[in-house]
Protein backbone atom coordinates (compact mmCIF):
# COMPACT_ATOMS: atom_id res chain seq x y z
CA UNK A 1 0.00 0.00 0.00
CA UNK A 2 1.84 3.23 1.27
CA UNK A 3 5.11 4.54 3.13
CA UNK A 4 8.47 2.83 4.06
CA UNK A 5 9.36 -0.30 5.54
CA UNK A 6 12.97 -1.13 5.74
CA UNK A 7 14.48 -2.35 2.27
CA UNK A 8 15.66 -5.89 3.89
CA UNK A 9 12.37 -6.39 5.92
CA UNK A 10 10.09 -9.29 5.00
CA UNK A 11 7.18 -7.90 2.93
CA UNK A 12 3.93 -7.56 5.30
CA UNK A 13 0.76 -8.84 5.02
CA UNK A 14 -2.19 -7.81 7.03
CA UNK A 15 -4.41 -10.96 7.07
CA UNK A 16 -7.81 -9.10 6.30
CA UNK A 17 -10.65 -7.69 4.27
CA UNK A 18 -11.36 -4.76 6.42
CA UNK A 19 -10.59 -1.40 4.83
CA UNK A 20 -10.80 -0.02 8.50
CA UNK A 21 -7.97 -2.00 9.52
CA UNK A 22 -5.90 -1.27 6.26
CA UNK A 23 -6.39 1.98 7.22
CA UNK A 24 -4.78 1.65 10.44
CA UNK A 25 -1.82 0.32 9.37
CA UNK A 26 -1.78 2.96 6.88
CA UNK A 27 -1.98 5.76 9.44
CA UNK A 28 1.21 4.36 11.02
CA UNK A 29 3.28 4.43 7.57
CA UNK A 30 3.85 0.59 6.71
CA UNK A 31 4.02 -0.70 3.21
CA UNK A 32 2.00 -3.84 2.81
CA UNK A 33 -0.83 -5.90 0.90
CA UNK A 34 -3.55 -7.75 2.12
CA UNK A 35 -5.00 -11.04 1.95
CA UNK A 36 -8.52 -12.31 2.90
CA UNK A 37 -8.52 -15.69 5.58
CA UNK A 38 -11.13 -17.31 5.00
CA UNK A 39 -11.85 -19.37 8.54
CA UNK A 40 -14.16 -20.92 10.45
CA UNK A 41 -15.31 -17.81 13.28
CA UNK A 42 -17.69 -20.13 15.31
CA UNK A 43 -17.28 -20.00 19.08
CA UNK A 44 -16.39 -23.18 20.16
CA UNK A 45 -18.84 -24.37 23.39
CA UNK A 46 -17.84 -22.47 26.73
CA UNK A 47 -15.61 -20.56 24.97
CA UNK A 48 -14.52 -17.17 26.14
CA UNK A 49 -14.92 -14.38 24.45
CA UNK A 50 -11.26 -12.75 24.95
CA UNK A 51 -9.79 -16.61 23.92
CA UNK A 52 -11.63 -16.52 20.82
CA UNK A 53 -10.69 -13.15 19.87
CA UNK A 54 -6.87 -14.24 20.06
CA UNK A 55 -7.60 -17.74 18.58
CA UNK A 56 -9.35 -16.16 15.48
CA UNK A 57 -6.69 -13.78 14.92
CA UNK A 58 -4.07 -16.38 15.22
CA UNK A 59 -6.45 -18.52 13.01
CA UNK A 60 -6.42 -15.70 10.06
CA UNK A 61 -2.56 -15.02 10.56
CA UNK A 62 -2.07 -18.24 10.34
CA UNK A 63 -4.17 -18.89 7.28
CA UNK A 64 -1.96 -16.66 5.16
CA UNK A 65 1.22 -17.62 6.63
CA UNK A 66 1.05 -21.05 5.35
CA UNK A 67 1.22 -19.83 1.39
CA UNK A 68 3.73 -16.97 2.48
CA UNK A 69 6.21 -17.86 4.50
CA UNK A 70 8.50 -15.54 3.74
CA UNK A 71 6.00 -12.76 5.19
CA UNK A 72 5.13 -11.20 8.23
CA UNK A 73 1.73 -11.75 8.57
CA UNK A 74 -0.94 -9.51 11.02
CA UNK A 75 -3.90 -11.16 11.60
CA UNK A 76 -6.91 -9.53 14.24
CA UNK A 77 -10.40 -10.24 15.33
CA UNK A 78 -12.83 -8.46 17.69
CA UNK A 79 -15.77 -10.00 19.75
CA UNK A 80 -17.92 -8.25 21.64
CA UNK A 81 -19.33 -9.60 25.13
CA UNK A 82 -21.86 -8.45 27.39
CA UNK A 83 -23.78 -9.88 30.49
CA UNK A 84 -22.41 -13.46 29.69
CA UNK A 85 -23.22 -13.05 26.12
CA UNK A 86 -20.97 -12.80 22.92
CA UNK A 87 -22.26 -10.53 20.06
CA UNK A 88 -21.22 -11.65 16.58
CA UNK A 89 -21.27 -10.26 13.11
CA UNK A 90 -25.36 -9.68 12.99
CA UNK A 91 -25.77 -10.09 9.46
CA UNK A 92 -28.84 -8.83 9.24
CA UNK A 93 -30.15 -5.48 9.67
CA UNK A 94 -32.80 -7.03 12.28
CA UNK A 95 -30.53 -8.52 13.62
CA UNK A 96 -28.17 -5.51 14.42
CA UNK A 97 -31.11 -3.70 15.83
CA UNK A 98 -31.95 -6.71 18.38
CA UNK A 99 -28.33 -6.55 19.32
CA UNK A 100 -27.75 -2.53 19.77
CA UNK A 101 -31.32 -2.69 21.89
CA UNK A 102 -29.92 -5.49 24.00
CA UNK A 103 -26.02 -3.23 24.39
CA UNK A 104 -28.36 0.00 25.23
CA UNK A 105 -27.67 1.42 28.78
CA UNK A 106 -24.76 -1.60 29.03
CA UNK A 107 -21.29 -1.50 28.97
CA UNK A 108 -19.65 -3.57 26.33
CA UNK A 109 -16.41 -5.49 26.33
CA UNK A 110 -14.94 -5.51 22.95
CA UNK A 111 -11.73 -7.59 22.93
CA UNK A 112 -9.48 -7.24 19.78
CA UNK A 113 -6.87 -9.89 19.70
CA UNK A 114 -3.77 -9.40 16.80
CA UNK A 115 -1.13 -11.86 15.77
CA UNK A 116 1.80 -11.36 14.42
CA UNK A 117 3.77 -14.18 12.62
CA UNK A 118 7.15 -13.74 11.10
CA UNK A 119 10.34 -15.62 9.96
CA UNK A 120 11.91 -13.94 12.98
CA UNK A 121 9.66 -15.90 15.44
CA UNK A 122 9.66 -19.53 16.53
CA UNK A 123 5.95 -19.24 17.25
CA UNK A 124 3.20 -16.86 16.31
CA UNK A 125 3.11 -13.91 18.72
CA UNK A 126 -0.83 -12.85 19.99
CA UNK A 127 -1.66 -10.01 22.30
CA UNK A 128 -5.61 -8.82 23.23
CA UNK A 129 -6.59 -5.69 23.91
CA UNK A 130 -10.29 -5.09 25.49
CA UNK A 131 -11.89 -1.84 24.92
CA UNK A 132 -14.78 -0.91 27.63
CA UNK A 133 -17.53 1.07 25.72
CA UNK A 134 -20.88 2.23 27.54
CA UNK A 135 -24.03 2.86 25.32
CA UNK A 136 -26.43 5.63 26.06
CA UNK A 137 -30.01 4.23 26.61
CA UNK A 138 -31.00 4.24 22.90
CA UNK A 139 -34.60 4.38 21.86
CA UNK A 140 -35.84 2.12 19.20
CA UNK A 141 -36.22 5.22 16.91
CA UNK A 142 -32.19 5.89 17.33
CA UNK A 143 -31.83 2.42 16.83
CA UNK A 144 -33.63 2.20 13.36
CA UNK A 145 -32.35 4.98 12.33
CA UNK A 146 -28.38 4.08 13.28
CA UNK A 147 -28.89 0.45 11.59
CA UNK A 148 -30.49 2.29 8.18
CA UNK A 149 -27.86 4.97 7.93
CA UNK A 150 -24.35 2.85 8.31
CA UNK A 151 -24.23 -1.21 7.28
CA UNK A 152 -22.93 -2.71 10.95
CA UNK A 153 -24.04 -6.26 9.19
CA UNK A 154 -20.39 -7.52 9.50
CA UNK A 155 -19.29 -5.94 11.98
CA UNK A 156 -18.93 -7.32 15.30
CA UNK A 157 -21.61 -5.60 18.37
CA UNK A 158 -23.14 -4.12 15.41
CA UNK A 159 -21.58 -0.42 16.17
CA UNK A 160 -18.28 1.46 14.16
CA UNK A 161 -17.00 3.58 16.01
CA UNK A 162 -14.89 5.11 13.72
CA UNK A 163 -18.31 6.29 11.91
CA UNK A 164 -21.79 7.46 13.16
CA UNK A 165 -21.46 4.55 15.50
CA UNK A 166 -19.34 7.50 17.93
CA UNK A 167 -22.88 8.81 18.53
CA UNK A 168 -24.62 5.93 20.45
CA UNK A 169 -21.50 5.95 22.76
CA UNK A 170 -21.37 7.73 26.31
CA UNK A 171 -18.10 6.73 27.21
CA UNK A 172 -14.55 4.65 26.06
CA UNK A 173 -12.16 3.29 28.37
CA UNK A 174 -8.87 2.03 26.40
CA UNK A 175 -5.26 2.12 26.54
CA UNK A 176 -5.49 1.83 23.03
CA UNK A 177 -8.46 3.55 21.60
CA UNK A 178 -7.45 1.91 18.14
CA UNK A 179 -8.09 -1.59 19.45
CA UNK A 180 -12.14 -0.60 19.09
CA UNK A 181 -12.12 0.06 15.14
CA UNK A 182 -10.30 -3.89 14.93
CA UNK A 183 -6.74 -3.20 15.18
CA UNK A 184 -4.71 -2.47 18.41
CA UNK A 185 -1.84 -0.31 16.73
CA UNK A 186 -0.08 -0.16 20.54
CA UNK A 187 0.45 -3.57 19.98
CA UNK A 188 0.93 -4.18 16.55
CA UNK A 189 3.94 -1.36 16.74
CA UNK A 190 5.69 -3.62 19.84
CA UNK A 191 5.55 -6.92 17.69
CA UNK A 192 6.23 -5.74 14.31
CA UNK A 193 9.38 -4.17 16.26
CA UNK A 194 9.90 -7.47 17.86
CA UNK A 195 10.02 -9.16 14.22
CA UNK A 196 12.80 -6.75 13.13
CA UNK A 197 10.45 -3.89 11.53
CA UNK A 198 11.56 -0.09 12.52
CA UNK A 199 8.85 2.32 13.23
CA UNK A 200 8.75 5.09 13.17
Not at 3 to 8: L, R
Not at 58 to 74: C, L, N, Y
Not at 78 to 94: E, Y
Not at 145 to 161: I, L
Amino acid sequence: MSATTQVDTPPIILASSSVFRAALLEQIGLAFTTASPDIDESARDDEPADALACRLAEGKAAKIAHDHPEAIVIGSDQVAHVDGRILGKPGTPAKAREQLAFQSGRTVAFHTGVCVIAPAFGTPRVHLETVHTTFRHLSDIEIARYVAAEDVTATAGSMKSEGLGITLVEAIESADPSALVGLPLIAVRRLLAEAGVALP
